[in-house]
């Protein structure tokens, strides 16, 4: 990992700039045989390769990262009840072959949805969410919409064949790198088999997880398969080394586990992982008449580089601050850039409390200590 140094700074702009050097030649692009694709960095959404990458496209079972999104955003206890009823069995395509009157765990079916990819459990999952499959689809695209996702519209949580129902390799790269940050989606979506018990059968359910990611490259961990006539093959495809993740996405793809692991790898080989800030490292400081105000990033900011780019950091804060603050308050910007195009921007807050003292207090402070 290449790692900046603690920068120290007062002054309302600063501008830092780093030309990244390696060894190793530029490799080509193996551009993956499909009709859209693109390749991004995780926690920073830099796009590393993009081949018609906006087009609207349907999308197949890949609908359902959003489905999950959801689902986990929405409920806290995975292992809350839903109960099965006829509007979720017997679903045309991919199943877990629910059952009407069953009951099964959020978790169960969250592992249905996203390792046997349960058109059955998308259903069930999104009338216990919002009451309806309806009223579901309609939390997907105000979902859509605040996630900046323009090229994206649903009308159902599976992925079904459907007028209207659409995404593009730009959006699912972002809405996967946004499912990624949660925990158990990477743990369900990494998972190789997963057994869901099956009352009234003398074998229980056996999810295997279709994905070949996690085995074709090293660190693959997910993400999710698709597959309909009018798509095509589908996959969102994830890895992660040395700390970097990646996602690959390919639509309408003949040999779409080979095309996105060859574009994962050629990422790993190109970029190298930067480290420009973290939440425990002071970054600077702004006069405050007690003394200094201390400031950090409010996150972590990493980016991935790559011979040849040119990095800069610019902080925008004031000269001065004399007013009380508390820790964790934000007191200026920092924008991260690469190659001149803005990548991250951040909030810098305060490591600690600064407040103002009056004579008031210097006079209590005097009496309680007489």
């Known amino acids: 990992m290449v790692n900046l140094k603690k920068l120290e700074m007062s002054i309302l702009l600063f501008a830092l700039t ?16 499909a009709k859209a694709a693109i390749l ?98 309609e939390q997907m695209n ?4 605040n996630m900046g996702l323009n090229n994206t519209h649903f009308q159902n949580p599976h992925g079904l064949p459907s007028n209207g129902h659409y ?98 790898s050629w990422g790993f080989e190109e970029y190298d992982r930067l480290e420009i800030a973290s939440r425990s490292e002071e970054l600077l400081s702004i006069k405050h008449r007690l003394g200094k105000i201390y400031v950090c990033a409010e996150d972590e900011v990493y980016i991935p580089i790559k011979k040849g780019d040119t990095v800069s950091v610019n902080f925008d804060i004031p000269k001065s601050i004399n007013r009380r603050i508390k820790a964790g308050e934000r007191v200026g910007d920092m924008k991260v850039y690469v190659n001149d195009t803005l990548l991250r921007n951040l909030s810098l807050v305060s490591t600690k409390d600064v407040v103002n003292i009056n004579i008031f207090d210097i006079m209590n402070r005097i009496m309680a200590n007489w």
């Open 40 to 137: 991004i960095e995780q926690s920073s959404g830099r796009v590393l390769y993009e081949n018609n990458a906006y087009e609207p496209l349907p999308m197949a079972s890949t609908t359902k990262i959003m489905t999950a999104l959801i689902v986990l955003d929405k409920i806290g206890d995975l292992d809350e009840q839903v109960l099965i009823d006829e509007r979720s069995s017997g679903i045309e395509g991919s199943s877990m072959y629910l059952e009407k009157g069953e009951v099964l765990s959020v978790e169960d079916l969250l592992y249905g949805l996203l390792l046997k990819s349960g058109n059955d459990a998308a259903a069930a999952l999104a009338i216990h969410v919002s009451g309806s499959v309806d009223a579901f689809v």
């Open 18 to 33: 780093v030309l990244f050097v390696s060894g190793a030649a530029a490799a080509d692009v193996p551009e993956p045989n």
């Open 142 to 145: 105000l979902y859509a919409i």
């Open 167 to 264: 995404s593009c390799a730009a959006d699912l790269a972002k809405m996967a790198a946004k499912a990624m940050d949660n925990e158990t989606f990477r743990k369900i979506v990494s998972t190789p088999k997963y057994q869901v018990a099956w009352g009234g059968h003398e074998w229980d359910r056996v999810m295997t997880n279709k994905n070949k990611i996690l085995t074709l490259i090293d660190g693959g961990n997910g993400i999710k398969t698709g597959y309909t006539k009018e798509a095509g093959r589908c996959l969102v495809a994830g890895a992660k080394q040395e700390d970097m993740q990646l996602i690959a996405v390919t639509l309408n793809c003949p040999n779409d586990f080979l095309e996105c692991a060859n574009l994962l």
